[in-house]
């Protein structure tokens, strides 16, 4: 049954993944409208992983989705990395708000979102962090204000990664200051709406995929709220599981690292890459890589037994950081020169997205929680210790 469906979806891929796109980072950051709408054979391969439903392959079809189970899903998941394919969906709007609506969201609200994220059409971001709340996020003040037919908000969010290309945000709102994460609501906010406002932060790079966003007495209608007011602490929990989730999946994918040592340092007479010590380091990397990507496996497994364990969702998301950042590095080494490009003639794709890679790679370890964070809840959880005491005590 499941090598019929791997006859299949090898097929299909091979008839309609544009070879162009093979080995390409697919979202060197989220919502990047240029990568997104520059590059032709990028709409062909989302339009047509749209049509087929394997853009959320897991959702209903009502949705949008494929429908399929979750063996199907990582038969196609291996398929796609075997020949270098990604899910061009894989944006925020489906990584993080698609599954959390699935769970949280009215009937309406499903209707209304899942099918744009599922033909990634609609672009979503996400409006947690403010210039106090990052790590402690349950300090943050953007403050929405029941108005009776309408809920008020007037605040400040920051890091907002596309909030420029978005659509639409989700965002926590402060509605009850007498409680610190019982007094927060989660709100769907039409970044057309009027007093939203978005400025670009622009990194040393020159890139700038993320924003300040300020949000100046934005009126958003009643049936935007997800859940329950007061109850949205416990959603956005749930979302950022979502998060840590897909940040940890697929670490080590891209362009593969032996070929290229192999093709770029030269080989020894014996055929094995020449310099020794890099050699042994790609070998510990390649072994560490996958320890972890069967470790994900293994959980996947136990997760569709019904025993899914969330506790280990910091402890993945720190392990796929690390996988990705020493990635990275290895790649960044076997270029030497060639890999400290950015834009222009003199280097090739693959180093130039080797470059763009490696300092993108340094903010795994920060955005969706840091990895001091991940520590803490790791310890937390996992291991029985008590929280840090509260500064000063
Ligand atoms: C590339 C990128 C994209 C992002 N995109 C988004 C987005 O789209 N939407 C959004 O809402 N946010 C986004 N963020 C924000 C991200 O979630 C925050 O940066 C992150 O939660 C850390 O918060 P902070 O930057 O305020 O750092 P802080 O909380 O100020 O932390 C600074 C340092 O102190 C450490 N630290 C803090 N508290 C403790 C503690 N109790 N114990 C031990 N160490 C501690 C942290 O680990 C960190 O090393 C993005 C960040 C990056 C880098």
New binding site residues.
């Given amino acids: 049954m499941s090598e019929a469906f791997r006859a299949e979806a090898r097929a299909w891929l091979e008839a309609n993944f544009p070879p162009s796109l093979a080995f390409k980072n697919p979202v060197p950051y ?1 919502n990047d409208a240029p990568y997104a709408e520059g590059d032709p054979d990028w709409i062909v391969w989302r339009d047509r992983m749209a049509e087929k439903g394997w853009g959320a392959p897991g959702w209903p079809k009502m949705y949008g989705g494929g429908e399929l189970d979750h063996e199907q899903t990582k038969i196609l998941t291996q398929e796609m990395r075997r020949i270098g394919a990604f899910n061009p969906m894989k944006m ?1 709007g489906y990584t993080m708000l698609g599954p959390t609506l699935l769970e949280f969201g009215t009937e309406e609200q499903k209707a209304q979102h899942l099918p744009g994220v599922a033909k990634g059409v609609t672009r979503w ?5 403010e210039p106090g ?5 349950a300090s943050l003040q953007t403050k929405c204000v029941d108005m009776g037919d309408h809920y008020l908000v007037e605040g400040q ?6 909030a420029n290309h978005a659509d639409w945000c989700f965002a926590l709102v402060r509605t009850d200051t007498s409680s610190k994460q019982g007094g927060i609501s989660f709100l769907l906010i039409d970044m057309k709406s009027e007093g939203v406002e978005t400025r670009p932060i622009t990194l040393i790079s020159g890139s700038t ?2 924003c300040e966003m300020f949000l100046n007495a934005v009126k958003v209608p009643k049936e935007n709220l997800v859940g329950e007011i007061n109850k949205g602490w416990g959603i956005a929990k749930r979302l950022l599981q979502f998060e840590r989730d897909s940040l940890s999946e697929g670490r080590g994918e891209g362009v593969p690292l032996l070929p290229l040592a192999q093709e770029r340092v030269g080989t020894d007479a014996e055929g094995r890459i020449a310099d020794s010590d890099l050699r042994t380091r790609l070998v510990a990397h390649a072994m560490r890589a996958q320890a972890y990507n069967l470790t994900m496996g293994r959980i996947a497994a136990e997760g569709k037994a019904g025993q899914r364990n969330d506790a280990l969702v910091p402890v993945l998301k720190n392990l796929g950081s690390d996988v990705a950042q020493v990635r990275a590095d290895l790649i960044m080494e076997i270029l030497g020169e060639q890999g400290l490009g950015w834009s222009g003639e003199g280097y090739s794709d693959v180093e130039l997205d080797a470059s763009h890679q490696w300092l993108h790679a340094r ?1 795994f370890s ?8 991940q520590n ?1 809840i790791a310890a937390k959880v996992l291991l029985g210790l008590p929280s ?1 005491p509260a500064p000063g005590r």
Avoid: M, P, R, V
Wanted: aromatic letters at 16%; one cysteine or more; a negative charge.
């Fill in positions: 989220q925020t971001c996400q409006g947690f962090s709340a990052g790590s402690d996020l969010k920051i890091w907002t990664s596309g995929h993320f903010a920060i955005y969706g929680g840091s990895f001091e964070i803490n840090a």
